[in-house]
Nanobody, 128 residues
Framework: QVQLVESGGGLVQAGGSLRLSCAASGRTFSSTTVGWFRQAPGKEREFVGGISGSGSITDYADSVKGRFTISRDNAKKTVYLQMNSLKPEDTAVYYC?????????????????????WGQGTQVTVSS
């Protein structure tokens, strides 16, 4: 079992930055692939990016490449989403998710159905 809690959301002006955190519980977190997703009102949940258990493999959606960075600190059981150069279209509820049947070097996938555990989400609002 893995429990996830996101934090760090808020209101920021366009061009600004935010760092989201995803704190996890569970003994095997260091071998768990974690993904970040977001969902804007009236839209489907979309993949933002993900990171392997070891932290050596990351992947990002084209819409955030070069602006967002995912990292993790397994000693703290926390995954981070650093968001820079934010745009109004980044406004959404951001979720982290963990896939249970993964290893240290499993590439994150962009399908929400691949992930087993989800946090409650944190709101990010970018004003123009």
């Amino acid at each position: 079992q893995v429990q996830l809690v996101e934090s760090g959301g808020g209101l920021v002006q366009a061009g600004g930055s935010l760092r989201l955190s995803c704190a996890a519980s569970g003994r095997t977190f260091s071998s768990t692939t974690v993904g970040w997703f977001r969902q804007a009102p009236g839209k489907e949940r979309e993949f933002v990016g993900g990171i392997s258990g070891s932290g050596s493999i990351t992947d990002y959606a084209d819409s955030v490449k070069g602006r967002f960075t995912i990292s993790r600190d397994n000693a703290k059981k926390t995954v981070y989403l650093q968001m820079n150069s934010l745009k109004p279209e980044d406004t959404a509820v951001y979720y982290c998710a963990a896939a249970s049947t993964t290893g240290l070097f499993t590439h994150p996938r962009n399908s929400a159905s691949w992930y087993d555990y989800w946090g409650q989400g944190t709101q990010v609002t970018v004003s123009s």
